[in-house]
T-cell receptor, first 113, second 116 residues
Framework: SQQGEEDPQALSIQEGENATMNCSYK?????LQWYRQNSGRGLVHLIL?????REKHSGRLRVTLDTSKKSSSLLITASRAADTASYFCATNAGGTSYGKLTFGQGTILTVHP | DTAVSQTPKYLVTQMGNDKSIKCEQN?????MYWYKQDSKKFLKIMFSYNNKELIINETVPNRFSPKSPDKAHLNLHINSLELGDSAVYFC???????????????FGAGTRLSVL
C-alpha cells in the first residue's frame, strides 16, 4: 500500500478561493514535503516540514503536520489560475532510508479564472 | 541553465529493445535518483546514488541498470523492454541524502517512454 495518500484526488475551485489538500501516511517520518507538478513537467519542491514542527508558511502556502494522526494538509490561499497543477506529498522516514521519498498519488487542482 | 536535465524527452521503441536515458545535474549535488511515474501519476523511487555509490535499490527488475560515471551523472539502461515499462521516468538530485534537512529534491522534466 502507498505511504502517502492525498485527499481529495481532484479539486476544482475559482480564482481567489482557498484550496486545501490533505495527505495521510502510515509509518514514522523524519520530514514531509510537498511538491507541485505542472502538466508534462517535473516536480517542483514547495515546502518541507520536519516531524517536530506543526505548521509552516511560505508565501501563500501553509502546511500543517499532525504526527499523532499521521496526516498533513497544504493550504493555498487566494488561488490563481497559475496554481493549476498536481500536488504531491512525500514522506522521508529518516535513518537508513537516506533520501528516499515515498510519494502519494497526488491531488489534481484546477483553478478557474 | 537547466539544473537537472535528462535526455531524451520522448522515447518510442519496440518491445525487446534496449534503451538508455541520460541524466545530468549541474547543482553540485551528491545524490541522484531515478523515479518511475505510471499512468495514474503514482511516483515510485527506483534507484539512488550518493557520490557514485548505490544507496537505494528498490524492487526493480534487473533489466533496469543504473550507472553513475560521476556524481553529476546518473544514467538508466533498460534491457529487453516490455509493454509495462511504458511510463514517465524522472531523474532527480539532492544536496546530500545523508543529511535529511538537505534532502529537497530537484527534478528533471521527465522522459516519456512508450513501448509498442
Amino acid at each position: 500500500s502507498q505511504q502517502g495518500e492525498e485527499d481529495p484526488q481532484a479539486l476544482s475551485i475559482q480564482e481567489g478561493e482557498n484550496a486545501t489538500m490533505n495527505c495521510s501516511y502510515k509509518t514514522s517520518i523524519n520530514n514531509l514535503q510537498w511538491y507541485r507538478q505542472n502538466s508534462g513537467r517535473g516536480l517542483v519542491h514547495l515546502i518541507l516540514i520536519r516531524s517536530n514542527e506543526r505548521e509552516k508558511h511560505s508565501g501563500r502556502l501553509r502546511v500543517t503536520l499532525d504526527t499523532s494522526k499521521k496526516s498533513s494538509s497544504l493550504l493555498i490561499t487566494a488561488s490563481r489560475a497559475a496554481d493549476t497543477a498536481s500536488y504531491f506529498c512525500a514522506t522521508n522516514a529518516g535513518g537508513t532510508s537516506y533520501g528516499k521519498l515515498t510519494f502519494g498519488q497526488g491531488t489534481i487542482l484546477t483553478v478557474h479564472p | 541553465d537547466t539544473a537537472v536535465s535528462q535526455t531524451p524527452k520522448y522515447l518510442v521503441t519496440q518491445m525487446g529493445n534496449d534503451k538508455s536515458i541520460k541524466c545530468e545535474q549541474n547543482l553540485g549535488h551528491d545524490t541522484m535518483y531515478w523515479y518511475k511515474q505510471d499512468s495514474k501519476k503514482f511516483l515510485k523511487i527506483m534507484f539512488s546514488y550518493n557520490n557514485k555509490e548505490l544507496i537505494i535499490n528498490e524492487t526493480v527488475p534487473n533489466r533496469f541498470s543504473p550507472k553513475s560515471p560521476d556524481k553529476a551523472h546518473l544514467n538508466l539502461h533498460i534491457n529487453s523492454l516490455e509493454l509495462g515499462d511504458s511510463a514517465v521516468y524522472f531523474c532527480a538530485s539532492s544536496q546530500d541524502a545523508s543529511r535529511l534537512a538537505k534532502n529537497i529534491q530537484y527534478f528533471g522534466a521527465g522522459t516519456r517512454l512508450s513501448v509498442l
